[in-house]
């Protein structure tokens, strides 16, 4: 089944926003395959956002996502990357719809509180990325009531 790399960054951590976030995929009907709150070095902070590297607020996206702890997750289901960035909603939070979390929760693109891969493929890279030691892999009982 399809898994997509979500993290909470250190503004959605410092606002106490890890519950209402992680709820919204919970209550969504995904399924949690990982989760840790970490302090990120400014490496892997560069290499997950790697391809934005000439981009001018390269550095200071990296400032902000090594300045506090953040939370890693992992969620599964049918087609999670997609509807996860919907969930997330767009990148600039003053184009973010309600009830989206950077509509909800976010003013500022630089502050906009949560990461979700932006493809399958990329979500396979990050996955790998983040979780170096492997995720938990369990069937929910609530499967059957989700899934047709
Ligand atoms: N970002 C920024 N200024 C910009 C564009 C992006 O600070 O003009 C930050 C923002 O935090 C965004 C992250 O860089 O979430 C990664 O950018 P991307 O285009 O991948 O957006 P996302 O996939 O997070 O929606
Ligand atoms: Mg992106």
Redesign the pocket.
Known sequence: MEQTYIMI?PDGVQRGLVGNIISRFEQKGFFLRGLKIITVDRALAEKH?AD?SA?P?FN??VD?IISGPVVAMVWEGKGVVTTGRKI?G??NPAESAPGTIRGDFAID??R?VI??S?SVESARKEIALWFPEGTVNWQSNAHPWIYE
Do not use: M, R
């Open positions: 960054k956002y934005l981009k607020f200071g996206l902000y997330i767009a990148t693109i630089g906009n990461h979700g932006d």
